[in-house]
């Protein structure tokens, strides 16, 4: 996870200059269709028996003129599961798509910070058994935008036991 952090920042500091254009006027003038990838880490807060690896994601959004968003997002991670013993092991798919709306507050060197909340549908399975949920996920972040690339760092709430930390880019169309 620690990679992922490192990657955010040096990519922050390293397109800093197509910030210089961007001005107290339009800062929230940014207005169209955007694409991302993510990757992070789930986290189950029910226990040490659960390992989250290969959490993945893509989102696409549609960023309106005032800073509000509309976004689809689908996540999905292996399970490695241990209860108490080597016998009772597994290996578990575990998916997520989620419609959010998304606030963006802008400042004038291209930095921001997001909050988002929406509609989750979470579905856990594996060759033997399938479980499917749904609720409220919400989340906090903070980004940088350039021209035509944003970079997100951000942590959502999946639902009450299961935390998600990603890190992504996106791409404006």
């Known amino acids: 996870m620690k990679i992922f952090y490192a990657l955010f920042v040096a990519a922050v500091i390293f397109s800093g200059p197509s910030y210089s254009e961007t001005s107290d006027d339009n800062l929230s003038s940014y207005e169209g ?10 986290k189950a ?3 040490d028996e659960l390992n989250f690896k290969n959490a993945k994601g893509i989102l696409l959004g549609f960023e309106f003129k005032n800073g509000l968003a509309i976004e689809y997002e689908h996540n999905k991670a292996d399970i490695d599961w241990d209860f108490m013993d080597e016998i009772n092991t597994g290996s578990l798919n575990f998916k997520t798509h989620a419609i959010y709306g998304v606030y963006r507050k802008y400042y004038s060197n291209g930095t921001f910070f997001k909050a988002k909340s929406g ?3 979470e579905k856990i399975s594996s060759s033997y ?3 499917d949920d749904d609720g409220l996920s919400y989340g906090l972040g903070v980004g940088s ?3 035509s690339f944003s970079f997100e760092m951000e942590y959502t709430v999946i639902e009450k036991d299961i935390d998600f930390f990603s890190i992504g880019v996106n791409v404006h169309f």
């Open 129 to 131: 058994m399938s479980a």
């Open 45 to 47: 807060n029910v226990g």
């Open 33 to 42: 269709l955007y694409a991302g990838v993510k990757a992070g880490g789930f």
């Open 119 to 121: 509609w989750l549908s």
């Open 145 to 147: 935008r350039g021209d």
